[in-house]
């Protein structure tokens, strides 16, 4: 976070622009210090903010607390739901120049990957009904429960489409729809919503464990790809590692609320987490970071020109040859401060 921070300064000097942020404890930071992983004053400062840029939460000092009092189910899921960020969009960007740090082989992707995941984020598994029970007999069950309203379906597909229509105008839809009741009404709505409201967009769709094997198979041959909650948080940590490195993976949650400039409220992250086999080392990647810092240009605040540079900065920098540990794969590796700082010399 401290560099992306650095980029964006670099950026808002370079255009004399002025970003004014508040930093704010969330997680383990906010267990730590207000005693809860989603302080009330944390709340406050996102709801009168324009987006909010957030770092990575959960790891192995706060495994020990009740499920519920965790970082992760305590703080990020809150804070997705309490915005209703329904649509998660990932991109799944492997530059050409980069094929050698994905575990394909290169002739399998020649020109790179360029994909992108469509994760719906405030349904299914993570928010139905959960429970846990020690059953007559002295058996302990537990259950989570996999909910889906076609209204929700209906809303995350509004974002695939438009996702579609700016790229190749081709949409794969992703379920299980040979088991699972959520996924049939899935497959039902979107076939009703496409054929209503997107005829032009070429749909097809996949069950999802055909899909991760496709993804390692061929993973160009999507374009757009849409799918459920628990599917999408799968798939995209596997489309991460196809395109280099999980370090790499930026991501915008969005809704459909306004911020105070008229453009979409936001919530903006790495993919990844806290990386707790590295943390402290100096040597994370810090692009999904600085990337989901230009996607926050780019949709909340109406700066696509500045994220673009910001984009083409960081190519520049991975494909020059400055890369960190995840992604260097026996070239000399640098640390996450110097990384950062081969991206500002390059805006
Ligand atoms: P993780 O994403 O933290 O790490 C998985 C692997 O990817 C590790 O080997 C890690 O070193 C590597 N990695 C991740 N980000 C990297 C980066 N920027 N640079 C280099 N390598 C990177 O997943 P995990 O180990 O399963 O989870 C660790 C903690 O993070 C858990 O508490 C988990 O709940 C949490 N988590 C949080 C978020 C979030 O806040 N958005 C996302 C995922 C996991
Ligand atoms: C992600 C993460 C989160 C998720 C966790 C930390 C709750 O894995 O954003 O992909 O499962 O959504
Ligand atoms: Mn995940």
């Not at 790891?59 to 009092?69: D, F, S, T, V, Y």
């Not at 390692?216 to 849409?226: S, T």
Request: aromatic share 6%.
């Amino acid at each position: 976070m401290s560099e992306a921070l650095r980029v964006l300064e670099h950026v808002a000097r370079q255009e004399k622009l002025t970003l004014s942020y508040q930093q704010a404890d969330v997680g383990g930071a906010g267990i730590d210090r207000h005693g809860q992983a989603l302080p009330a004053s944390t709340l406050k400062v996102c709801e009168q903010s324009d987006a909010i840029l957030f770092g990575s939460v959960g790891g192995p000092k706060w495994e020990k607390l009740p499920p519920a009092q965790q970082p992760e189910r305590a703080s990020l899921l809150p804070l997705r739901k309490h915005f209703t960020l329904f649509a998660n969009i990932r991109p799944g960007l492997l530059y050409r120049e980069l094929t050698d740090a994905s575990p394909l082989k290169t002739e399998r992707i020649p020109d790179g990957i360029d994909i992108v995941c469509i994760r719906e984020l405030t349904g299914g598994i993570y928010f139905g009904k959960k429970e846990t029970t020690t059953l007559a007999d002295g058996d302990v069950q537990a259950m989570d429960t996999m909910v889906y309203r076609k209204s929700e379906i209906e809303r995350i597909l509004a974002t695939a489409v438009t996702t579609a229509r700016a790229r190749k105008k081709k949409l794969c839809s992703i379920d299980k729809a040979n088991v699972l009741e959520t996924s049939v009404l899935w497959r039902k709505t979107v076939i009703d919503y496409i054929a209503k409201n997107a005829p032009d967009l070429e749909l097809s769709h996949m069950y999802v464990d055909n899909a991760a094997m496709q993804l390692a198979r061929n993973p160009n041959q999507f374009d757009v790809f849409v799918t459920e909650n628990m599917f999408g948080d799968i798939l995209s940590d596997e489309m991460a590692v196809i395109c280099g490195s999980l370090g790499m993976l930026s991501s915008a949650s969005l809704g459909t609320g306004k911020n105070s400039l008229g453009l979409p409220f936001g919530l903006y992250e790495p993919a990844g987490g806290t990386a707790p086999d590295i943390a402290g080392k100096g040597i994370a990647n810090p692009c999904a970071q600085i990337l989901s810092a230009a996607l926050m240009l780019r949709y909340s605040f109406g700066l696509g020109e500045i994220a673009t540079r910001i984009e083409a900065a960081v190519k520049k920098t991975v494909t020059s040859g400055t890369r960190t540990g995840d992604i260097a794969f026996g070239r000399p590796a640098v640390g996450t401060k110097a990384m950062a700082d081969a991206i500002i010399a390059n805006l």
